[in-house]
């Protein structure tokens, strides 16, 4: 099992976003775009924005720094 969940990764990143304003995040498929994106970026050489990473891959590291607000999505606009 996915920890954390999409959901919970969906309410994380939307959680900045006023009431009656468009969620940043609609869907699944965002997430894993997002998450994606920046365990290249770590693959590349970026250091992690989490500590403790020592023998996790790129993407678990990617979605672990997506969850405690260390990486921001930005809408496209």
Do not use: C, F, W
Request: proline letters at 6%; aromatic letters at 4%.
């Amino acid at each position: 099992m996915l920890h954390p969940s999409y959901s919970d990764l969906m309410a994380v990143v939307n959680s900045e976003v006023e009431p009656g304003e468009q969620p940043v995040v609609q869907s699944r498929y965002s997430i894993v775009l997002a998450t994606a994106k920046r365990a290249r970026q770590i693959i590349g050489g970026k250091e992690p924005l989490v500590g403790n990473t020592e023998g996790q891959k790129p993407l678990s590291i990617a979605v672990e720094e997506l969850y405690q607000g260390k990486v921001k999505i930005v809408g496209e606009d």
